[in-house]
């Protein structure tokens, strides 16, 4: 069996967006500025968030879309080949076909492997252009200069220009902080290390861990405990030593990972945020913590009802927009998705107010 795991950690740093998406009450999808003045009318099916000045929206009636300026203008595409389309990411993207099937009879590609997987995908640029011939099963944003893409039970790390770079077996990447962690499964069970950007193994692979990307010089290795159930908050340095040791589990593990300066984990009250010294950021206990995005994160609590709502704090773990939400993200040039009762999306501002929100 192969290991799988996502890679939330590795975060972007593009510059924030100056559009952000939200939703009408026909669940027609459009954008926002800051300021939350409507500057692309709700038309879309889906709509993804801005990257790189683009985003991937679905057209109305298809099944099918392309990347979008800041103006609205399909700046990429449309194309009936792609179905979906991740974020922009160093000039390159993955775009996937729902409808197809690797290796079936509709597969004229000559896509890598034979398995017959869903959501086949394949990098573009800025142009449309596709930068290499192959399909992957799965294929993660470009990171560092290099993309991972996945198939048949291994991951092929590729460059900008499409050439291809290495490939292990397992799962591999992305790329954070010059080095990716590579996991894999063995006759004794699975294991995990990290490799450099020409596939060798650096920091060797250990049975029975999970490792997650470098963030701020350390990355989560996490084992099951004495009960096969829960993992321990521990972290090593780059050179594979144990640089951290906790008495803290981890809620998460996209969730523990390093992000301004602090991570989220959990002890037998409930989550919270640690510094780099494994210390309390603050003395309250949440019963769910994101991680920390322009000085907010955004923590869940029970309200009088019963309901878990969502609100979001300060460094201090002081709430400063009040618990009312259904979901909460991260915040990107001074605006966050948010989800309302209802399934209604629309966006907040770090005064707590409403954005694109429509009655």
Known sequence: MLVVLVFGC???????PRLFPFRDSQKRWGYIDRHGKTVIDPQFPYASEFSEGLAFVSLPGR???????EKGRMGIGPSRAWTHGQPFSEGRAAVWNYRLRLGSRQDKTGGVGSSRMTRPARYIDRTG????????????????GIGCACVSGSTYAVNRAGD???????????????????????????????????????????????????????????GLDEFGLR?????????????????YRVRDLDLACFREGLAVVRDSAGCFHMDHDARPQYAERWSMAKPFSEGLAAVRV??????????????????????S???AFEFKGGVAQVVLEGNRWCCINKKGELLGLQE
């Open 10 to 16: 590795a975060t972007r740093r593009a510059r924030p």
């Open 63 to 69: 099944e099918w879309g392309g990347y979008i300026d």
């Open 129 to 144: 252009e596709y930068i290499t011939d192959r399909w992957f099963a799965r294929c993660l944003d470009f990171s560092e």
């Open 164 to 222: 291809l770079l290495f490939s292990l077996p397992g799962f591999v990447g992305p790329f954070s902080e010059g080095l990716a962690a590579a996991s894999r499964s063995t006759p004794e069970g699975p294991e995990s290390g990290y490799v450099d950007i020409t596939g060798k193994e650096v920091i060797p692979p250990r049975p029975g861990q999970y490792h997650m990307p470098f963030q701020e010089g350390l990355a989560l290795v996490v």
């Open 231 to 247: 993992f321990a908050a521990d972290y090593i340095d780059r050179t594979g030593n144990l640089a951290l040791q906790t008495p």
């Open 302 to 323: 029970n309200d009088s009802t019963g309901r878990w709502v969502w609100g979001y704090i300060d460094r201090t773990g002081k709430l400063r927009i009040p618990p």
């Open 325 to 327: 939400l259904h979901d």
